[in-house]
């Protein structure tokens, strides 16, 4: 089992800053790869960024490109997601997922963390 907690969200005002972390304990010998997802008010959860657990390889969304970076510290078996520029359209849940098999599916997920962007 790998358990993974998120933590830094917040309110923040429209073109302000904020890092989550996710930190990932018990069987992170597992995971292949990690992700953020969000979940805003009366949408479906979308993807945002992943990172592959080497921190090789990223993938971002078209909303997050340009202003959100992920990163990962093998040390701390920490990932971030660093938010720049951040609009009134970012504010929802955000979710640490983790994923163990080969396709791109995810088997673990935080609790979520609420970021909120004041226009």
């Known amino acids: 089992q790998v358990r993974l907690v998120e933590s830094g969200g917040g309110l923040v005002q429209a073109g302000g800053s904020l890092r989550l972390s996710c930190a990932a304990s018990?069987?992170?010998?597992?995971?292949?790869?990690m992700a953020w997802f969000r979940q805003a008010p009366g949408k479906e959860r979308e993807f945002v960024a992943s990172?592959?657990?080497?921190?090789?390889?990223?993938y971002y969304a078209d909303s997050a490109r340009g202003r959100f970076t992920i990163s990962r510290d093998g040390a701390k078996n920490t990932v971030y997601l660093q938010m720049n520029s951040l609009k009134p359209e970012d504010t929802a849940v955000y979710y640490c997922?983790?994923?163990?098999?080969?396709?791109?599916?995810?088997?673990?997920w935080g609790q979520g963390t609420q970021v909120t962007v004041s226009s």
């Open positions: 990172i592959s657990w080497d921190g090789i390889v990223t």
């Open positions: 018990g069987r992170t010998s597992a995971l292949l790869r």
């Open positions: 997922a983790g994923g163990v098999r080969t396709t791109a599916t995810y088997d673990y």
